[in-house]
């Protein structure tokens, strides 16, 4: 694009605020970033709903926002009384991409509008514009779908509908999970991955004194980081072997050398690996290696993982692996019914509240985001084979329900984890912003990470 053109980018957390930053930082085209919460921009939902008690997953010398600058938050924190290694408090990152924000839009006045609003609609024909809610428009040449995580979906054996109020919790990110309980209730988290670590770690920190239990299919929690552990020189070549052998890999490396390392080892070359194979072969890794990468690829600070053995040992806080059999009002609060993994009798437990830890889901079809809802509809965009998000090409070209692609809209971030599956944190999505930047600037220079 020119720099007189005009770029909309569509949601302004994580992934919308860094693409303008880079757009900044390469002298690209004159940009808008539209959010519907003004005190979101630069933040997004998981740095602005963050406790103090929870910390980044990663230390801060892996949290640079820019592929040209590893040491860029990293001297942020130390700025701040913070060491290069500490995992800090996730906040902190909401502010360093404010900071970062406000510090790349000086001398640059005109190049950069920040808007408050949501975008219901868009006109795609010969001169593009988004319709907001409020009945304004807002005319580009470009448009950039940044709209993140969907809310969870109800996960199976939940009638949401059919709970009372304030007993079903179905994004605990926007609620006060302790609100109204007592030392005697007890607290149902669906899901035992780093949402559900994030929802314990809330309702102690809001004085929750009664239990917790955590249920999923398999019961898996994400794995501590370590310290002391030999370097790992990872894969830099894409294995002579298609992705369909990458469980059988994985699971023989991780015999040897533990799953941590075996992990490590592929995720240089697990987007290469994702691109050079079809939804067959990406369906069979969703289905027998994804729990098991997750919690080993996303991992606790040491302090988070030292909070949550202690809920554990003090019996507050219990995992369990089970499959929901069915949820239902009972005298002022719930009673849910599972059955545990590996046989035996339906579990009844009674709880004064569910909360739905499942984590962030990219089905289209289940959406009531109104943006997505109407684009869908009108067969602008279609769901990508495994229905993780948006379908989209090579580029990050959103493809329509016909196959073709109109290279004035796109699509970053977690949405477009179906073309590219690793790209839900930091250093990738830093990458895909950062490469998303230099193309729309024409950047003529190579350079950086992954390239």
């Known amino acids: 694009m020119r720099p007189d053109q005009h770029l909309l980018i569509i949601g302004g957390g994580f992934s919308g605020t860094l693409l303008a930053i ?13 959010e519907r919460r003004r005190a ?25 926002a820019f592929p040209d600058e590893p040491d860029h938050f990293a001297r942020w924190v130390m700025a701040k009384g913070a060491g290069r290694q500490d995992f800090v408090p996730r906040a902190f990152y909401g502010e360093y991409l404010r900071d970062t924000l406000a510090v790349e839009r000086r001398g640059r006045e005109g190049r950069l509008a920040l808007v408050a609003g949501e975008a219901i609609d868009l006109d795609t024909g010969e001169t593009m514009a988004a319709q907001l809610a409020d009945g304004a428009t807002l005319a580009a040449d470009g448009i950039v779908l940044a709209t993140g995580n969907l809310t969870p979906h109800a996960p199976a054996g939940i009638d949401a509908d059919a709970m009372p109020p304030g ?4 994004d605990p990110w926007r609620a006060d999970l302790a609100a109204g309980l007592g030392q005697d209730d007890t607290v149902v988290l669906l899901g035992t991955g780093l949402t559900a670590i994030d929802a314990a770690l809330q309702l102690d920190a809001s004085g929750f004194l009664g239990q917790v239990l955590a249920l999923s299919r398999r019961g898996l929690t994400p794995r501590r980081h370590r310290d002391g ?8 070549e894409v294995p002579d072997r298609p992705l369909s052998r990458l469980v059988a890999d994985v699971r023989a490396v991780a015999e040897q050398i533990g799953w941590r390392a075996a992990v490590d080892a592929y995720r240089p ?9 079809d939804a067959t072969v990406r369906r069979r890794f969703m289905r027998h290696l994804r729990p098991f990468w997750d919690v080993h690829r996303h991992r606790l600070a040491p302090a988070v993982a030292d909070r949550i053995d202690a809920l554990v040992a003090g019996g507050r806080l219990r995992f369990a692996a089970g499959k929901v059999q069915g949820c239902q009002a009972e005298q002022g609060g719930l009673t ?12 009844v437990t009674r709880a004064a509240r569910v909360v739905n830890c499942t984590g962030p889901q990219g089905d289209l079809t289940r959406t009531d985001e109104p943006l997505l809802r109407k684009l869908l509809e009108r067969g602008m965009i279609r769901p990508d084979p495994l229905r993780l998000g948006l379908d989209v090409d090579a580029r990050s070209q959103v493809v329509a329900r016909d196959g073709s692609v109109d290279g004035r809209l796109q699509c970053i971030g977690p949405m477009t984890r179906g073309a590219l599956w690793e790209v839900v944190a930091v250093p990738d999505l830093r990458r895909q912003t950062w490469n998303l930047a230099r193309r729309l600037a024409n950047a003529q220079w190579v350079g950086g990470e992954g390239l």
């Not at 007993?167 to 179905?170: E, G, I, Q, R």
């Not at 070359?269 to 194979?277: D, E, I, K, P, Y």
């Open 40 to 64: 979101q921009f630069g933040r997004g939902v998981a740095y602005s709903a963050a406790h103090p008690r929870q910390l980044l997953n990663v230390r801060a010398a892996g949290m640079s």
């Open 22 to 34: 880079n757009l900044l930082r390469h002298d690209g085209p004159r940009a808008t970033l539209l």
């Open 167 to 170: 007993c079903y919790v179905a």
């Open 336 to 347: 849910l019914r599972w059955r545990p993994r590996h046989g035996g009798a339906v579990t």
């Open 269 to 277: 070359v697990t987007q290469r690996l994702w691109a050079a194979s």
């Open 229 to 236: 552990l030999p370097p790992l020189d990872g894969l830099h």
